[in-house]
């Protein structure tokens, strides 16, 4: 294994991740839906399935990239990824756009956590240091939110072009380009999980993401319950624009908008970090979901668009900044594992709640469901985001020199030193 092989490693993951998200469907997702019969609830409730999917395999996926490797993992989800896309050729009804979802959960499940856990594992082995491993969130959320924004755009053009089945073909041919990326990698070296206990090893992992420190235990509930204030408008920005009268072919634009935003937002994250500050930041992306609720259905057009658009810069800085934080606390050994279960608390959460925001809106419509949105967004707010910054602020205070500090994670006995929620590990003397 040479540096230049593991150097090509960082740009092929990337570029999977790139393909992986690459979904020229998602701008009309619901319209597409809605074209196979599927009312809103529906639509929210194959979300909830998505999720269940995930909910269901994606620790044992996280799990298994640990125990097996990243590379093989990561080829299994590839192929699932292409299964799934290639679905959409036959979708007809909510039963057989289950099977779509079946297929796309699984996939999400390998590549997640797996993906993040080969980019940090080959930036230790190429020896870059903390401040490489920190862009690596960063990198992979940008590239994959970019492709997300070149998707849309492609999307419009086929729509004003050729028609809704074109976006479907293209969509089950690029379905397959992660499992060549995928096949072109390299397992690069890692700790692995002793294959011996695994009941152990969930509960060793558990302990330490919940019993380390109040930073953690903090950030990984905000990437489980946070997550979701940001999460529930995709799936309800399509609606508002259809009910606005926008024409069909001009959501990819108006998506791919959206995404660009994402994308810079996430790759200047740890920048406006460092300027604003850990307390300013975490208060913007607490509280902007909110105001976006209340701004989509009260200003218009074009007021709707500007106010959507704080749901997209939150979600950009918020989860770079939280995967940061999570990724950066944990080691090799079992971080797919770790960034898995807070997937698992996403979706899990999600389920429960996705279809009840369906209803909400099926029963009373677009406005009494965004402003109960921006209610629980407040909630989430107050009770956890603003517990985080005591906590961040209480850690940041107590930060020791940077000559004192170790590289590498220890055991229970270690704490985590903090500059904002841009984290080094640091020795904590036994109690």
Excluded at 105 to 121: P, Q
Excluded at 133 to 139: M, S, Y
Excluded at 149 to 154: D, G, I, K, L, R
Aim: proline share 3%; with cysteine; hydrophobic share 50%.
């Amino acid at each position: 294994m040479t540096a230049q092989q593991l150097q090509s490693n960082l740009i092929r993951t990337l570029w999977l991740g790139f393909f992986q998200v690459f979904l020229v469907i998602m701008p009309i997702a619901v319209p597409f839906f809605q074209s196979k019969g599927l009312s809103m609830q529906e639509v929210f409730s194959l979300q909830a399935l998505f999720g269940l999917v995930v909910l269901i395999s994606e620790v044992p996926s996280g799990y298994l990239a640990d125990l097996i490797g990243r590379r093989q993992t990561l080829i299994i989800g590839a192929v699932f990824a292409g299964i799934g896309q290639s679905l959409l050729l036959t979708a007809d009804g909510f039963w057989t756009l289950a099977l779509f979802e079946l297929a796309l959960g699984i996939s999400h499940s390998l590549i997640s956590g797996a993906d993040i856990a080969l980019l940090y594992d080959t930036e230790l082995a190429l020896g870059r240091g903390a401040q490489a491993q920190r862009q690596v969130v960063g990198r992979l959320f940008s590239f994959r939110t970019f492709s997300e924004a070149a998707a849309a755009v492609v999307c419009s053009v086929l729509l004003l072009t050729a028609s809704m089945d074109w976006v479907i073909y293209l969509q089950a041919a690029v379905g397959w380009l992660p499992l060549f990326f995928a096949l072109t990698l390299i397992e690069p070296p890692m700790q692995r999980l002793d294959q011996t206990s695994h009941t152990a090893n969930m509960l060793r992992i558990c302990r330490f993401l919940l019993g380390s420190s109040s930073v953690l235990r903090l950030t990984v509930l905000a990437l489980c319950i946070w997550s979701l204030t940001t999460f529930y408008a995709v799936w309800l920005l399509q609606k508002l624009w259809e009910l606005q009268g926008i024409p069909l072919q001009h959501f990819g634009y108006l998506w791919a908008g959206l995404c660009v935003v994402a994308a810079l937002s996430g790759r200047y994250a740890h920048a406006v970090e460092k300027r604003l500050g850990t307390t300013t930041l975490l208060v913007l992306i607490g509280l902007a979901p909110a105001l976006g609720y209340l701004g989509l259905d009260g200003f218009g057009v074009v007021g709707a668009y500007v106010a959507s658009l704080s749901f997209f810069i939150s979600r950009g800085f918020g989860m770079v900044v939280l995967r940061d934080a999570l990724n950066s606390r944990v080691p090799s050994e079992f971080r797919a594992t770790a960034n898995s279960l807070t997937s698992f608390g996403f979706r899990g959460v999600f389920v429960i709640t996705g279809p009840i925001v369906g209803y909400s809106f099926d029963l009373w419509g677009m406005e009494v469901t965004l402003l109960a949105l921006a209610l629980g967004t407040v909630v989430i707010f107050v009770t956890l985001i603003v517990p985080l910054i005591y906590a961040t602020r209480r850690l940041d205070s107590e930060t020791i020199e940077p000559s004192e500090r170790i590289e590498g994670v220890e055991s229970g006995a270690a704490r985590v030193a903090v500059s904002g929620c841009s984290v080094s590990v640091v020795e904590e003397p036994s109690k």
